[in-house]
């Protein structure tokens, strides 16, 4: 798959997402909707956001360090954007049971932070050359 395809598939990808996700919040009604409504509802929102995050963290990258490997930009794109798509749904998550307070969105920050710095540090380093 190259560059384009990708960008162009993930585009599509997001835009359907946010059209279902939009679709859920006109359509269903909370109240009778049950839980198949609010899985809907938090589904379409983490692929949306995922989506989302990923072309701009990736649009970033590609504009900031153009010397860099175009795989390796995308799949951390990806990975943060998964991440971030995990705080806010699990910090909305938490804001409807009425549990969201300051502490829990630090624990869970942190929790991703750690989870990130050790994606980050499992980096392949080169070995040294020997003489």
């Given at each position: 798959m190259t560059?384009?395809?990708?960008i162009l ?11 279902a ?8 009604a909370?109240?009778?909707?049950g839980?198949?409504?609010?899985v809907?509802?938090?589904?379409a ?7 989302t ?15 860099e490997v175009?795989f ?35 624990i ?5 932070t750690?989870?990130?710095f ?10 040294p050359?020997q003489?």
């Amino acid at each position: 798959m190259t560059l384009r395809q990708y960008i162009l598939l993930m585009l599509l990808s997001t835009c359907g997402a946010w059209a279902a996700w939009l679709l859920v919040i006109n359509y269903l009604a909370p109240e009778s909707a049950g839980t198949m409504g609010f899985v809907f509802f938090y589904l379409a929102l983490f692929i949306a956001i995922i989506g989302t995050t990923t072309l701009i963290g990736f649009a970033i990258r590609y504009w900031l360090r153009k010397d860099e490997v175009v795989f390796r930009q995308v799949s951390i794109s990806f990975r943060q954007g998964i991440s971030l798509g995990i705080v806010i749904v699990l910090a909305l998550l938490l804001q409807d049971q009425k549990l969201l307070t300051w502490w829990n969105l630090v624990i869970l920050i942190l929790a991703l932070t750690i989870i990130e710095f050790f994606f980050l540090s499992m980096r392949r380093q080169v070995p040294p050359e020997q003489d």
